[in-house]
Each structure stands twice: as C-alpha cells, then as structure tokens.
Nanobody, 123 residues
C-alpha cells in the first residue's frame, strides 16, 4: 500500500545538527500535508513541523528558528533540518503524511506514519 521510511537520526552533541529524511513509497496518487512529530520519553507525541503540498510551513514554538522543514514532491520526500540542537530535542521523531493512493476502484486516503527514528542530543 503506502510506506514511509525515515532516516538520519542518531547521537549528536548539543549545538550540533542533524537532517532527517522521510520517503514515501507505494501506489501513491498524491500527498497532501507532511510533517514531523516527536515523542520524548514519558511525554505525549507533539508536532514539531509541518508543510503543505504548496510549501506553507508550521513550526512548534520550541523549534522555530532552529528547525527547517522542506519537501521534494517529485521524490515524495520530506526533510527536517535540525540545527542548534538541545538536549530537550531528544525524542523519537515520526514522519506523517496525508496520502491519496490508488485502489482497484479509484482512490483511497490514508494518514500514514513512519516507524520513527531516534534523535539523542547529549549535553
């Protein structure tokens, strides 16, 4: 059907940078909004950044000015450039996308999620 595969997580020191990628694959007709959510240990999942198909972006206050979300519609891929990382950015980061996909009878819609990638920021 549709899969989202994330990459780019890892361990970084405070002040460092990481770039996350998320590629969507499958019988995709179109992708609407895409976003990155994160879940820190013991906390609820929260939106970090989102981008519409037209390129409009939205950021959590905690990441504004440090994170940049972008997408390549031709590659069905969304990116999250994370700069000036802080220990409080430590979390599992999940990719999310609103996907329309082909079915035998037309189109279906799906709120797709990736498997998550761990970002650890050491102090």
């Amino acid at each position: 059907q549709v899969q989202l595969v994330e990459s780019g997580g890892g361990l970084v020191q405070a002040g460092g940078s990481l770039r996350l990628s998320c590629a969507a694959s499958g019988s995709i007709f179109s992708i609407n909004a895409m976003g990155w959510y994160r879940q820190a240990p013991g906390k609820q999942r929260e939106l970090a950044a989102a981008i519409t198909s037209g390129g409009s972006t939205n950021y959590a206050d905690s990441v504004k000015g440090r994170f940049t979300i972008s997408r390549d519609n031709a590659k069905n891929t969304v990116y999250l450039q994370m700069n000036s990382l802080k220990p409080e950015d430590t979390a599992v980061y999940y990719c999310n996308a609103g996907v329309s996909y082909y079915t035998d009878y037309g189109h279906g819609t799906l709120d797709a999620w990736g498997q998550g990638t761990l970002v650890t920021v050491s102090s």
